[in-house]
C-alpha cells in the first residue's frame, strides 16, 4: 500500500470512530433526556409519582399507606427509590417497579425532610425539628438493618432543609433559620466525622433556602421558597468555596418550592406547590435557568421532593 492510500485509510478510520463516538453520545443525550423523574408528593395520605419529560405524562409509583406526607426522595445506589416522609415520621424505601413500600427506619424523626445516599451505602437525613428546643438535626441511617445515628444537631440548625452530598465526609446543608428572628437563610457546610457545622453562605439573597443539590460545573444549587420579589420563589447558585450567591431565576411562575435535582445533561427539575391561584407544577430549566418548561398534571397536588432516575 502506498503512501497516499495508507493516509486514507486512516483518514477513513479516524471519521469511522469519530461517527461510532457521536452515535454513542446522541444515544446517551436520548437516554438521559428520557429518564423518569420521581415526586414525592406532601398531600396526606401522600404520593410517589413519576415524570417522563418526554411525554410529560405523570403515573403514580405507589400512594397511600404506609406513606403519609413524604417530603424528601433520592434514588438509592441499587435503583430503588428512598423516601422521607413527614407524616409517618419514617424513613421508606419503595420499588420504582412494583410500587411496593416497606419501613426503612423510625425512631428520633420528628420532621424528616431531605436525604441522600452517600457511596459507602450510608443514608442521611435533614430533621427540621428534631434538634434540642425544637431545632435541626442530622441523621444517619444504616441502609441494612434501619439504625440511626445522630451527626449533627442544635447549635447554628435551626431549621435544615435540604442535603447535598459534597466529597465523602461532606455534607452541605440549606437552612431556612425560620426560629431565627427575621429571614436569614443560611448554606452550612458537615464534616461528618468531625461532627461540626459551618457557615458557607448566609443573608443577602438567601431568605428561605430549602432544596440544595450540585449542578453542572461544581457549584450548589438552591431553591428558595420566598427569595423572589413578593415572596415569590426563585433558584440561586452557591459558590461552595467562596459562598458567593447569584441568582438564576426569581419570581413568576417560580414560587414555593422545596426540591431540586439534576439530569445528566445538566437540565434542573424544580417541583412547586403554590398556595395561589396558580397550579402545581414541575418545572425544567437549563443551569442558567433559561428554556423553561412546565409540566402540568391532575395527579401532582403537593410536590416537594425531586429526583432524577439517571
Known amino acids: 500500500m502506498d503512501g497516499i492510500s495508507s493516509r486514507r485509510l486512516g483518514w477513513a478510520r479516524s471519521l469511522l470512530f469519530v461517527g461510532v463516538l457521536a452515535v454513542f453520545a446522541a444515544a446517551a443525550a436520548s437516554a438521559s433526556a428520557a429518564s423518569p423523574v420521581y415526586i414525592a408528593d406532601y398531600t396526606s395520605p401522600g404520593a410517589i409519582l413519576k415524570l417522563n419529560p418526554q411525554t410529560g405524562k405523570v403515573t403514580t409509583v405507589a400512594s397511600g399507606a404506609p406513606l403519609s406526607q413524604p417530603s424528601g426522595i433520592t434514588v438509592a445506589n441499587n435503583g430503588k427509590l428512598l423516601v422521607s416522609d413527614d407524616g409517618a415520621n419514617a424513613i421508606f424505601r419503595v420499588d420504582p417497579a412494583s410500587g411496593n413500600v416497606r419501613e426503612l427506619a423510625s425512631g428520633p424523626f420528628v420532621f424528616p425532610f431531605d436525604l441522600e445516599q452517600s457511596g459507602d451505602g450510608s443514608i442521611y437525613v435533614t430533621d427540621a ?107 440561586f447558585r452557591v459558590d461552595p468555596g467562596n459562598g458567593k450567591v447569584k441568582t438564576v431565576r426569581s419570581g413568576p411562575p417560580l414560587d414555593e418550592m422545596y426540591g431540586i435535582d439534576f439530569n445528566s445533561q445538566g437540565r434542573m427539575f424544580v417541583p412547586a406547590s403554590p398556595d395561589t391561584n396558580d397550579d402545581p407544577a414541575v418545572f425544567r430549566m437549563t443551569a442558567s435557568g433559561a428554556a423553561l418548561t412546565t409540566f402540568l398534571s391532575a395527579k401532582l397536588s403537593e410536590p416537594y421532593g425531586v429526583a432524577v432516575g439517571d
Open 129 to 235: 425539628d428534631a434538634g434540642p428546643g425544637g431545632t435541626g438535626a442530622v441523621f444517619r441511617v444504616n441502609p441494612t438493618n434501619g439504625n440511626v445515628s445522630t451527626v449533627v444537631q442544635g447549635g447554628n440548625l435551626l431549621n435544615p432543609w435540604g442535603l447535598a452530598l459534597g466529597r465523602p465526609g461532606k455534607l452541605f446543608l440549606a437552612d431556612d433559620q425560620e426560629n431565627s428572628s427575621g429571614s436569614n437563610g443560611r448554606i452550612f457546610k458537615v464534616n461528618v466525622a468531625q461532627k461540626s457545622v459551618r457557615i458557607v453562605a448566609t443573608g443577602g439573597k438567601l431568605v428561605d433556602p430549602t432544596g440544595l443539590q450540585f449542578g453542572p460545573g461544581g457549584d450548589l444549587y438552591t431553591t428558595d421558597y420566598a427569595g423572589g420579589a413578593n415572596d415569590t420563589g426563585a433558584v
